[in-house]
């Protein structure tokens, strides 16, 4: 059952990018996160509601709620570096950092959950999907202004703080309904991704916002919620290493989605990349 949970929350995901892309063209990006947040806050308050799960609320240990509360902030945490990393440094030098993030999960998952179960089988899974994240990324001959030599350290925190995110929460949703605690670790997030437009005096660009961009702003903060609930029920109930990777397929939803409505062009060595996350995730669900 984990799998098809994880399996949902990957095309979820892989939907919302689509659908973000749709609703940032004119909008800050920023501010659409934030507004999609209160979206995906209020989807997992409603699925809270259908699974009758706010009486048990009081039943949460405050180790497990301290562990939520702090997934929900290493979440915020890798946001902030990572707009910040994105401010002073390169493009095609930040982003593949960042993208490793989905392999110290699974480094993390191994040292700190002791999932040691078919090491060279994750190892080589690992090795594929490293390989295919590089080759996916669009190397630019866009540069960001100069780097004050901090922005490498930004890029590293950003990729730590969201593999952290995935061993806390497991951590903390364990004895915890799965929505409830997708519920809390939301508006904790919530109030991060706010406090990162108001730090950043943007929340005055909401009047500015279309009809459209707005009506796709809501509609991927609809399938954010729907995968992040999909994604932590995978999780308290399978594997970390394994349901991690596969949660990174909504690649492959984003990039079919992406030729076939936004009509973009992909390149052969986006192809081989593609194939090899493939390759290397399901390597791990079938062999581990």
């Known amino acids: 059952m984990w799998i098809i949970l994880a399996c949902g929350s990957a095309v979820f995901a892989g939907i919302t990018s689509i659908l973000a892309k749709c609703g940032i063209k004119r909008t800050d990006s920023d501010l659409a996160t934030a507004l999609r947040t209160i979206i995906v806050f209020l989807f997992s308050l409603l699925m809270v509601s259908i699974a009758g799960s706010f009486k048990t609320i009081s039943q949460i240990s405050w180790h ?21 990393a994105l401010s002073t440094g390169d493009v095609n030098k930040v982003v593949p950092i960042d993208k490793s993030s989905t392999i110290l999960s699974m480094l993390f998952a191994i040292v700190i959950l002791g999932e040691t179960s078919r090491l060279l089988v994750k190892a080589a899974g690992m090795l594929f999907i490293g390989s295919g994240t590089f080759l996916m990324i669009d190397y630019t001959k866009t540069n960001l202004k100069k780097s004050s030599g901090n922005w490498l350290i930004y890029a590293l925190l950003s990729a730590v703080f969201a593999a952290l995110t995935s061993i806390l929460a497991k951590i903390g949703i364990e004895n915890v309904e799965s929505n409830l605690g997708t519920a809390i670790r939301t508006a904790v997030v919530l109030i991060m991704a706010w406090l990162i437009v108001f730090a950043r005096g943007k929340q005055s660009g909401i009047k500015n916002i279309s009809q459209k961009e707005l009506v796709f702003i809501i509609l991927s903060g609809i399938a954010t919620g729907a995968s992040w609930i999909c994604y932590y029920s995978a999780i308290q109930s399978g594997i970390v290493s394994i349901v991690v990777p596969v949660d990174k397929l909504s690649i492959l939803v984003s990039v079919l989605f992406s030729v076939l409505i936004l009509k973009e062009k992909i390149s052969k060595k986006s192809v081989l990349g593609l194939i090899l996350i493939i390759f290397g995730t399901l390597a791990m669900v079938f062999f581990s």
């Open 64 to 84: 497990s709620l301290l562990f939520l509360i702090i997934s929900g902030i290493a979440t915020g945490a890798s946001w902030l570096c990572y707009f910040k």
